[in-house]
């Protein structure tokens, strides 16, 4: 019997984390699953609290915020799953997600890594994601298929080839995982999924999505909308991705648009709205490019500054 690993990062959260193992423990026991929370930034050991919800409970406890990347690989490392399934804390499961998501990684061997259906927790009709589109190499976007569409089936019991997995649900074959290799954490927090669906892709294996299953989502409660910590991060990351995974003359036909349009445009927005404190975010991302490597792992990210 094959059994299942899923690894959630908690950073102060308690209430919202014992949910998730709840909705997990209405459909699995502790036989072929294990639960390994990684509690990020925890000053005191919290592992009775969390112990009473989920009988095969792997309790982590990193005093240091590793972000969301440091405190995944944290769990990796300790898991000992035929299956590692990365889940937000801020998420509830489904009866028989687990399987679903296993039987398409066996019927699809290609598969390196697989991503459900996202519904929003709050409206369960409507999707948050149904897959990506590429990553536009020039610009660095990419799109959300099927973002704020009514859950009307048109994505049930369909499993396809996607441009990357989304990180509050995503899972793979361990043995794929030792080989494509570990989040990169120097992104501490966003664009790590995409980056790590680039190293599965790298050894050969493809990304899905599958619709056969779903997972709920209670998007923004770790961050907010409009946070500097989301502002900094989305504007650092995006150049940091294209930096690790292009080539030069494409990363300087990025910089040249990303420094001169882009992200100007994003500074006159917030001037405009008279958000004056998020703007100066914009500009923290871009600059951090401009004085580090792209394998830095000097964050730069200071709230009081």
């Known amino acids: 019997m094959s059994t299942t690993s899923i690894i959630t990062v908690n950073f102060h959260q308690e209430a919202v984390t014992i949910a998730l193992l709840q909705s997990i423990g209405k459909h699995y026991d502790g036989k072929d699953v294990e639960v390994i929370i990684v509690d ?12 009473p919800y989920f009988e095969n409970i792997k309790y982590i406890q990193s005093k240091e915020n590793l972000g969301f990347a440091g405190g995944n690989n944290l769990g990796i490392k300790q898991a000992i799953g035929d299956y590692i399934f990365l889940l937000n804390n801020d998420t509830e499961l489904p009866a028989g997600c687990i399987e679903t998501l296993c039987a398409e990684l066996e019927q699809h061997k290609n598969i390196g890594l697989l991503s459900p259906l996202l519904l929003y927790y709050d409206r369960k009709d409507v999707i948050q994601y149904a897959g990506f589109t590429p990553v536009n190499h020039l610009t660095g ?17 369909k499993s396809h080839q996607t441009g990357y997995c989304h990180g509050a649900a995503m899972m793979c074959r361990k043995e794929d995982l030792l080989r494509a290799g570990l989040m990169e954490e120097n992104y501490f927090l966003y664009y790590e999924e995409l980056d790590w669906c680039e190293k599965f892709k790298a050894i050969g294996k493809q990304v899905w999505f599958t619709g056969k299953t779903h997972v709920y989502h209670k998007e923004s409660i770790s961050v907010g909308i409009d946070s500097p910590l989301k502002i900094y991060f989305h504007t650092r990351n995006r150049m940091l991705f294209i930096r690790k995974n ?3 003359m494409n990363t300087v036909l990025f910089s040249v648009y990303y420094t001169l349009i882009a992200c100007p ?12 404190h998020l703007a100066k975010w914009v500009l923290k ?15 730069g990210f200071d709230l009081q500054k």
Not at 141 to 157: F, V
Not at 288 to 297: E, L, Q
Request: glycine letters at 8%; a positive charge.
């Open 40 to 51: 990020n930034g925890a000053k005191q050991n919290q592992e009775n609290v969390f112990q």
């Open 141 to 157: 976007r990419n799109a959300t298929i099927g973002e704020l569409d009514r859950n009307e089936g048109q994505y049930a019991n």
């Open 246 to 248: 292009t080539g030069l």
């Open 265 to 276: 445009k994003a500074v006159f927005k917030y001037l405009f709205n008279q958000q004056s």
């Open 285 to 299: 991302g871009l600059l951090w490019n401009y004085t580090h490597r792209k394998d830095s792992k000097n964050l």
